[in-house]
């Protein structure tokens, strides 16, 4: 189960922390990312982090987003900084969790979290 917070209304500029904690039967997680979709278009990757804390970013976001995890917590973050109207979306956290050793990765997404940015 993964679950999401840190949404909310921000004026333009503004910042928000995005947070997505992982829960129940976890042997490990490989990636964890962001993804976003607005009113009418398709869900998009945000930004993504592996284990190894490698990092991948979308084009819109890169320099003013930053994603981040604490593997102990099983939870990701996603700093938002100068964020503009067109960040306004559902925001959808996505982890693939293994559930024991040798197990395969399944693709696990959490409740969105609505950031509305106001202009």
């Known amino acids: 189960q993964l679950q999401a917070s840190g949404g909310g209304l921000v004026q333009a500029g503004g910042s928000l922390r995005l947070s997505c904690a992982a829960s129940?039967?976890?042997?490990?997680?490989?990636?964890m990312g962001w993804y976003r979709q607005a009113p009418g278009k398709q869900r998009e990757l945000v930004a993504a982090v592996t284990s190894s804390a490698s990092t991948n970013y979308a084009d819109s976001v890169m320099g003013r987003f930053t994603i981040s995890r604490d593997n102990a917590k099983n939870t990701v973050y996603l700093q938002m900084n100068s964020l503009k109207p067109e960040d306004t979306a559902a925001y959808y956290c996505?982890?693939?969790?293994?559930?024991?050793?040798?197990?395969?990765?399944?693709?696990?997404w959490g409740q969105g979290t609505q950031v509305t940015v106001s202009s």
């Open positions: 129940g039967s976890i042997f490990s997680i490989n990636v």
């Open positions: 996505n982890a693939h969790v293994r559930t024991s050793y040798g197990g395969s990765y399944v693709s696990y």
